[in-house]
Every structure is written in structure tokens, then in C-alpha cells.
């Protein structure tokens, strides 16, 4: 599934010359494959699928397993079948993009970075509005626990992994006590297939950790004072803000 071309591109799903490997090719590699095909638009919107046959040849499984394939994918909002006429690929706007293997191959194909541009500023108004709401309706047992949160974020300051993973509590944290269970169900599905990708997760300095924690700072007090506005501003700038310096590192000093 991460084939590529001589020249360092990705190969087309669809240029591959040799039948699959059976064992390798069943169920989610296929559908993958297919989504990927989709996706990238070497089938394009409006177009036909292969037709069974032809496709249970190229992945060198049953057709079964290419049945069960499009309606995975059919269910995914890709695809149209119509019994007797074939299977179209649907327009962009008819896909779900939450569904996590869809997600997942754009974010695998995103190499202008717009899928995670994107995801950062959903993120941020979602998780600003969390914000915001825990911020209107803390008790004292949620401030403490928050509190806590982000005191643990500051003893791990020195470990990159316990950090990341205390950074990541603390945002649960403010999810959770906002009991907005949609947005906090879209944010961690964004937030879990976006840790996926190298391009999200890069290797900070010690700086960097800093700020971070500043920022996390800045969004605890607006929810102690009970400042809505405040949280909200706080929680996404801090989104944004951290995406930036992701995607446009600094040049580290020699």
C-alpha cells in the first residue's frame, strides 16, 4: 500500500502490472486501495469502477471479496451501485471524510498540506467552542481536575513523549467537561487520524514546549475566570498557532 514510483511519487493503484498476493490483498487492503484510487482521482468523479472481474484479477482475490469491497466503500459515501448498470464514483461533496480510512488516505495524499491546514481550523473552532462551554458551566471539581491536568503537563515538561500525552489529556479534559459529546467525537477522530501522519507530528524543541505550555496556561485561566469569550480565543489561537509552527518549522541554531 506505500508503493512508489521511480521517481519517488506514489504509484497508481491501477498501474500495478501484477496480480496481488491473496493473503496480503484481502478485505481492508483492497478497500484501501480502492479509496485511494478514488481519492486521488485516478478514478474520477462521474467514472466507472472497474467492473468485478477485472478488479478480482488486479488484487488476485474472489470476487467476493470485491463485493464486500465496494459496499465498504459504497457506505463511505464514494460510490453509487446500480444493479445492472455498474459503479460510479460519487462527487467530493458526497463523501465522508470523517470515516476514518477516508481521512486516513487523504491525509496520505495531502502533500500541499491543505488536509491539515483544514483540519486545524476545524479543530480550533470545535475545541474553541468546547472551550468556551466548559468555561460557562466548571465546577469546582472540573477546575481541579483540569488544574491537575495541566500541572502534569508542567512536570513533564523535560520528556517529549510523557508531554505529548499530557497535552493531549489536558485537551480531553476540556472536551469532556464541555459535555458536548458530537464535537468531542469529531475532534478526537481528527485529532487521532491527524497524530498519524509524520507531517503532524514533528519533533519540537524544548521552546516550543514552553510556549505550548503558555498557551495551555492562558486557556485554563480563561475557564477558571469563567470567561467564555476569552476560552474560546485562547483554545483556538493556541490550534492554530501550534499547527503554524508544525508546518513551518524554524530553522534550529547550529
Avoid: C
Wanted: charged share 25%; glycine share 6%.
Amino acid at each position: 500500500m506505500n508503493d512508489v514510483r521511480a521517481d519517488g511519487s506514489p504509484a497508481r493503484v491501477f498501474d500495478r502490472q501484477a496480480a496481488r498476493t491473496p493473503v496480503t490483498r484481502l478485505g481492508v487492503a483492497v478497500v484501501h486501495d480502492l479509496v485511494t484510487a478514488i481519492i486521488t482521482g485516478e478514478i474520477a468523479e462521474g467514472a466507472m469502477l472497474p467492473i468485478e472481474t477485472e478488479l478480482s484479477a488486479h488484487f488476485g482475490v474472489s470476487r467476493t471479496v470485491i463485493r464486500e469491497s465496494i459496499k465498504r466503500i459504497e457506505e463511505k459515501g464514494l460510490v453509487a451501485v446500480v444493479q445492472g448498470s455498474g459503479t460510479t464514483v460519487r462527487t467530493r461533496e458526497s463523501w465522508n471524510v470523517l470515516d476514518p480510512v477516508v481521512l486516513q488516505v487523504m491525509l496520505e495524499n495531502d502533500a500541499s498540506l491543505g488536509v491539515l491546514d483544514d483540519l486545524a481550523v476545524v479543530r480550533g473552532a470545535l475545541e474553541g467552542a468546547m472551550a468556551a462551554a466548559t468555561a460557562g458551566r466548571r465546577t469546582p471539581d472540573e477546575l481541579a481536575a483540569l488544574r491537575a491536568a495541566f500541572e502534569h503537563m508542567e512536570s513533564t515538561i523535560e520528556h517529549e513523549d510523557e508531554y505529548n500525552e499530557a497535552d493531549m489529556r489536558f485537551h480531553l479534559v476540556v472536551m469532556q467537561q464541555s459535555q458536548i459529546p458530537l464535537a468531542e467525537s469529531i475532534t478526537r477522530t481528527l485529532y487521532s487520524r491527524a497524530r498519524e501522519s509524520a507531517r503532524f507530528t514533528t519533533n519540537p524543541s524544548k521552546d516550543v514546549f514552553h510556549l505550548t505550555l503558555d498557551e495551555h496556561r492562558r486557556v485554563l485561566e480563561a475557564i477558571e475566570a469563567g470567561d467564555a469569550t476569552a476560552a474560546e480565543a485562547a483554545m483556538r489561537a493556541h490550534i492554530l498557532d501550534a499547527w503554524q509552527r508544525r508546518r513551518q518549522p524554524t530553522a534550529r541554531k547550529p
